[in-house]
């Protein structure tokens, strides 16, 4: 059975950084491209980054490029996700995704097949 899970949310000031890790347990993690999605209360599942399956490929959602950077190592089946500089904007569950081999990065949450559970990320003014 599938698994994501997410750690490394918590409680954090204007202008801190925070480290998110997402552990795979799927069979092989390599073809797969790893997103980070984020959703606030009373809004929609909004995309934040992306990974190609190599990494070699990323996209970012323009509000936290040059803040956010994702990256993923294969041996250890994991993604993660550098958050500096945050805002209390970036308050949300962040949730990590999993696509199976795309011909491109996907931007929607439609697009990806496995979904963790969430951790929490709240930033204070």
């Known amino acids: 059975q599938v698994q994501l899970v997410e750690s490394g949310g918590g409680l954090v000031q204007a202008g801190g950084s925070l480290r998110l890790s997402c552990a795979a347990s799927?069979?092989?993690?390599?073809?797969?491209?790893m997103g980070w999605f984020r959703q606030a209360p009373g809004k929609e599942r909004q995309f934040v980054a992306a990974?190609?399956?190599?990494?070699?490929?990323?996209n970012y959602a323009d509000s936290v490029k040059g803040r956010f950077t994702i990256s993923r190592d294969n041996a250890k089946k994991t993604v993660y996700l550098q958050m500096n500089s945050l805002k209390p904007e970036d308050t949300a569950v962040y949730y990590c995704?999993?696509?199976?081999?795309?011909?491109?990065?996907?931007?929607?949450?439609?697009?990806?097949?496995?979904w963790g559970q969430g951790t929490q990320v709240t930033v204070s003014s």
């Open positions: 995704a999993a696509d199976y081999l795309p011909n491109t990065i996907v931007v929607v949450p439609t697009g990806y097949e496995y």
């Open positions: 799927l069979p092989t993690f390599s073809p797969y491209t």
């Open positions: 990974i190609s399956w190599n990494g070699a490929g990323t």
